[in-house]
């Protein structure tokens, strides 16, 4: 039987470093990389990131849309990235940020974190903005199936906190508190053992001090914190120390454009991972 989720990320950040290597493919990046934005182009562009970081990285999340883009043959390519992916010994995370209701999520945990899994990612993000007990069937089957989920709470875009720091009338706290609570109770047996859960929380490298601001306690959560807006969004280390505090040996800093931008030679692409993956390692460590 497999390890849960937040035991094997753990382990993985620990000899790694805690380096999330994103795979987005946008047009611009692969035509610098002088190939066709076409379905050539997006193969060749994916499986230099797979032979580059695969057995490299703690983690790779291939961004779901910029597949999406080329319909079922674009599907294929991460298929297949994916699968080499997880053949080389490297986690990843599907970027696809699904949320519906109760009945429609099961369908997308079947999907994505089944043990039949057409896309099979060793974890998933998730849109808690239908209520997070929407998102009950997604956190079960991956519980069963020794999968992850990455919870959006406070994201990493400027608009995000218009409702993620919202306070419902209903409410004792904010709407990014609430998620961080659910998260909190779903990784309660983890936290007894010691380990992180494998209800990730995201939680965006660019918030500034929205964590303390909220009162949001991230090391009773026991949860992997997911921080995109690292690098091209501007987010920064010192950002990063500021923002996540005692709950630093918990992040997962994910980095796209920035680390995309050292293509296409794989090598140079696997230095920069490296170098950067060591950096973090030793900027984060309390
Ligand atoms: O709050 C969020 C959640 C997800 N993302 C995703 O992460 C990457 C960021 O890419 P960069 O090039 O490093 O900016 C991208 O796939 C986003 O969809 C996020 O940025 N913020």
């Avoid at 999968?147 to 608009?159: D, I, K, Q, Y």
């Avoid at 936290?191 to 009773?220: I, P, Q, Y």
Wanted: charged residues 15%; glycine residues 12%.
């Amino acid at each position: 039987m497999t390890s849960p989720f937040g035991t094997r990320l753990q382990r993985a950040m620990q000899s790694r470093g805690p380096l999330c290597a994103g795979l987005d493919p946008h047009r611009s990046l692969v035509e610098a990389w002088g190939l066709t934005y076409d379905l050539a182009g997006l193969e060749r562009f994916t499986m230099t990131c797979v032979e580059a970081f695969g057995g490299q990285v703690a983690v790779v999340k291939p961004q779901s849309a910029f597949f999406e883009v080329f319909g079922s043959r674009g599907i294929a390519v991460l298929e297949r990235a994916l699968t080499d992916l997880h053949d080389a010994g490297t986690l990843t995370l599907l970027d696809a940020k699904r949320g519906d209701i109760g009945s429609t999520m099961s369908a997308y945990a079947e999907a994505f974190l089944g043990p039949d899994a057409v896309a099979p990612a060793d974890a998933l993000t998730v849109s808690p903005y239908l209520g997070y007990e929407s998102l009950r069937p997604a956190l079960d089957l991956a519980d069963r199936t020794g999968r992850g989920v990455f919870v959006l709470a406070l994201t990493s875009n400027p608009e995000g906190a218009s409702v993620q720091h919202a306070v419902p009338r209903h409410g004792p706290g904010s709407v990014a508190a609430s998620v961080v609570e659910g998260a909190t109770v779903d990784n309660a047996l983890a936290r007894e053992r010691g380990s992180l859960g494998s209800v990730g929380l995201v939680v965006g490298a660019t918030v500034g001090t929205a964590v303390s601001d909220l009162g949001l306690d991230l090391v009773t959560a026991a949860t992997p914190v997911l921080a995109p807006g690292f690098g091209a969004q501007g987010g920064t280390v010192d950002q990063l120390r500021a923002t996540f505090g005692p709950a630093l040996s918990q992040v997962l800093v994910s980095s796209s454009r920035e680390l995309l931008q050292s293509g296409p030679d794989a090598g140079a692409l696997r230095e920069h991972a490296r170098r950067l993956a060591g950096e973090l390692a030793e900027s984060l460590s309390a």
